[in-house]
């Protein structure tokens, strides 16, 4: 299982972009990497997944470089509602019974 | 697609009684359900994998016998904290995976706090 390393926190001014990086040196292959998002007392949110380059939707970019063993999610422009703590993962594409083992997360805080 | 319940949201027991939470799947069938436990400012833990029709598998260190789990149906899976403590009070969360899905996403449910006095 691919170990993630996040920064434990975070703190950004709203309008601002925040780029979180992880670290996932292990990470396989055939791994794909995911981030979630977990508010206080909510269970997480899936925000974006990707394998390589570049990934974008509604909510996040997600750049990938070329040996994958770090990524980095792009918040654009962040509120006071995206205070929140975010985890990566790495992830197998398919497997029977795969366990997400979460990180520490990254304590996102974001001032007014 | 792909939402997750649990029930209650919150619950508040006496010591030493037993406190069922349910995690249901409600518009996908689940062969798959994690639990993890959450204590305040931590990161999620992972208790135990809930396969539809056979025995849960446990991760070192879970009681397998303090905390039951049962997945009855492709949609339903429970956990029971027996002889609950205070030290078990902590936030609950379930997630499904979908049944025959090519990805290894899993679903969250909005997890269960539980107290226990």
């Known amino acids: 299982l691919a170990k993630t390393t996040q920064p434990i926190s975070m703190d950004s001014y709203e309008g601002q972009e925040v780029n979180i990086t992880c670290s996932h040196n292990n990470i396989a292959t055939n791994d794909y990497i995911t981030w979630y998002q977990q508010f206080p007392s909510q269970g997480p949110r899936f925000i974006i997944q990707g394998y390589k380059t570049k990934v974008t939707n509604e909510v996040a970019s997600l750049f990938i470089p070329a040996d994958r063993k770090s990524s980095t999610l792009s918040l654009p422009r962040v509120s006071l509602s995206d205070t929140a703590v975010y985890y990566c993962?790495?992830?197998?594409?398919?497997?029977?019974?795969?366990?997400?083992?979460f990180g520490t997360g990254t304590r996102l805080k974001v001032l007014a | 697609g792909a939402v997750v319940s649990q029930h209650p949201s919150w619950v508040i027991c006496k010591s030493g009684t037993s406190v069922k939470i349910e995690c249901r799947s409600l518009d996908f069938q689940a062969t798959t359900m994690f639990w993890y436990r959450q204590f305040p400012k931590q990161s999620l833990m992972l208790m135990a994998t809930s396969n539809e029709g056979s025995k849960a598998t446990y991760e070192q260190g879970v009681e397998k016998d303090k905390f039951l789990i049962n997945h009855a149906s492709l949609t339903l899976s429970t956990l029971t904290v027996t002889s609950a403590h205070p030290e078990d009070s902590s936030f609950y969360i379930c997630?499904?995976?979908?049944?025959?899905?090519?990805?290894?996403?899993?679903?969250f449910g909005p997890g269960t706090r539980l107290t226990v006095l």
């Open positions: 993962l790495v992830v197998p594409p398919t497997s029977g019974t795969y366990k997400y083992i």
């Open positions: 997630s499904a995976r979908k049944m025959a899905s090519g990805y290894n996403e899993q679903f």
